[in-house]
């Protein structure tokens, strides 16, 4: 059982493990200081990482696997690793196990069929996150790459399988390339076939008495060629979508980001707030919420890619529906907040900044700048861009562990883009 847990697929760079260790340094200095003066049970972890992908190259890179080392050196701190995918990799964990013996996990539990599960080990967290003080009964996957070139769509898949081994029932949400894990009639040679993977967890769920909705969103699913019938509504049939692949507004999948379950993505976490009333608190809904905050990091810099842009306008919709959502601009993400940019009259798209100071009016949506990560790039906010705030690592780890005032949750989610 860990208080808080987070999935880490991608590219683990020194950058990104730098602040994920000033974030934790704050945690365990400002809330948990307790943990620095004497080792815990190591087998009640407050953090655990779960590593699987790309991000496993960071345990033998000497730069990240240093880092490693001073973050393992809190005892209250743990790595699982995905065996399968270690082996695929050629990657030791044997040189980091043995300077922190009890906290680097390379062997998974067996799931259901008897074979070692990495997926497994993490849906055993979602026992752990409980709402109202009840085991949670749904696990939530959130897509935005395609399918084939990525390996997060498979990724999605094995943790929903887990999920399902595990009575939860399941729910996938594509935005973005991820409703191309829905089209018909996939058949790679030289890869698993998601197509099937989400008819297989259809059915299954339905054997099992549980439920299992897998939801696209409309406007990506339209820009990519896929709505056949629009009522107008907020339904769209395709008929090159999989029978199980339901198009709908982006509203009604944010409307399942309302409820308390635990939703993961590539990159994401789950970080839990203390019980006790006088628990520290940082920022405020304008209007009390029992919603769970969201807290959006946007790593990518804008226009080679969607995802800022993606990100920023889901945030939009999310704070639009009554969840007080934060989003922070990092690493080469901080490259949406710099320079004037200026689009062309007849130019299709807008410019990334227009699109940021267009939302910044609703009251459920913050938007802050790491200014470590502008300075490392030396260069700096754009000075019209008000509504987009500085903070430093000491306000990062209040973002992250912080409860906001006039929010009533236990838990938060965060994802990073």
Excluded at 48 to 77: C, K, N, R
Aim: with cysteine.
């Amino acid at each position: 059982m860990s208080t808080h847990f987070f999935l880490l697929s991608g590219l683990l760079t020194s950058e990104r493990l730098s602040w994920l260790e000033e974030s934790l340094k704050f945690y365990f200095i400002q809330i948990y200081p307790e943990s620095l003066m004497y080792r815990t049970n190591a087998d009640k972890p407050v953090f655990t990482f779960y590593l699987t992908g790309d991000a496993l190259s960071s345990i033998e890179i000497p730069e990240t696997q240093q880092t490693w080392s001073v973050i393992l050196s809190i005892a209250s701190v743990r790595i699982v690793c995905d065996r399968q995918e270690l082996d695929l990799r050629g990657i030791s964990t044997e040189r980091l196990k043995m300077k922190n013996p009890g906290q680097v996990v390379d062997v998974n539990s067996l799931s259901s069929d008897k074979q070692p599960s990495f997926w497994s080990d993490l849906v055993s967290e979602l026992k752990h996150s409980p709402s109202s003080n009840q085991p949670a009964d749904i696990a939530g996957w959130f897509q935005y790459e395609s399918p084939y070139m990525h390996r997060s769509a498979l990724y999605g898949t094995r943790f929903l399988s887990a999920a399902l081994d595990n009575r939860f029932s399941v729910e996938l949400y594509a935005d973005l390339d991820g409703v191309h894990m829905g089209h018909v009639d996939q058949n790679p040679t030289d890869a698993e076939n998601i197509g099937q993977s989400l008819d297989e967890l259809s059915d299954r769920a339905g054997k099992r008495d549980l439920t299992c909705q897998i939801l696209a969103a409309s406007h990506s699913a339209a820009a990519r060629g896929y709505n056949t019938f629009d009522d107008g509504e907020g339904i769209v049939v395709s008929t090159s979508g999989l029978k199980s692949f339901k198009i709908r507004d982006i509203s009604t999948i944010v409307a399942r980001f309302r409820h308390n379950h635990v939703i993961l993505s590539e990159n994401a976490g789950s970080v839990q707030y203390p019980w006790k009333n006088s628990a520290p608190q940082f920022d405020r809904a304008e209007q009390s919420s029992n919603s769970l905050p969201f807290l959006i990091f946007i790593t990518k810099s804008p226009y080679s890619t969607e995802h800022a842009y993606g990100a920023i306008s889901f945030a939009a919709a999310c704070a639009h529906r009554g969840i007080l959502t934060r989003v922070v601009f990092i690493e080469d993400g901080v490259y949406a907040l710099t320079g004037k940019p200026q689009v062309s009259p007849d130019a299709a798209g807008f410019n990334i900044i227009d699109i940021i100071n267009a939302v910044a009016g609703n009251e459920n949506l913050r938007m802050f700048a790491l200014t470590p990560s502008l300075q490392k790039r030396g260069t700096a906010k754009n000075p019209a861009l008000k509504a987009v705030l500085e903070i430093g690592y000491p306000g990062l780890g209040k973002l992250l562990f912080y409860q906001p005032g006039n929010v009533q949750a236990e838990h938060q989610r965060v994802l990073i883009v």
